[in-house]
Nanobody, 125 residues
């Protein structure tokens, strides 16, 4: 089964940038989609972005479009989330997840069956 592990979180100021990494292991990733989700304090977990390993298709939540960008490095089995112009409302635990969704992406958590432990991102005002 595919395993994923996040890294790169931290404490930054509003307007700063941060890049999260998600490294996958434990199998081949054709047909897998990698997603980023986040959970702010006292709120449910929500979709941020996703990318398909094979097709390269990607999508982003409306709340982060134009500021965040998801990308992948197939050679390193790593997916990145570049976060620019960070806002205090981006403060959350960010989770990486993997799911077999063919050549598409999805914002629905139920399609993802491997989850990382999460990495904290805190944006101060």
């Amino acid at each position: 089964q595919v395993r994923v592990e996040e890294s790169g979180g931290g404490l930054v100021q509003a307007g700063d940038s941060l890049r999260l990494s998600c490294t996958a292991s434990g199998g081949t990733f054709g047909g897998y989609t990698m997603g980023w989700f986040r959970q702010a304090p006292g709120k449910g977990r929500t979709f941020v972005a996703a990318i398909n390993w094979s097709s390269g298709r990607w999508n982003h939540a409306d709340s982060v479009k134009g500021r965040f960008a998801i990308s992948r490095d197939n050679a390193k089995n790593t997916v990145y989330l570049q976060m620019n112009s960070l806002k205090p409302e981006d403060t959350a635990v960010y989770y990486c997840a993997a799911g077999r969704i063919g050549s598409y992406t999805s914002s629905y958590q139920t399609y993802y069956d491997s989850w990382g432990q999460g990495t904290q991102v805190t944006v101060s005002s």
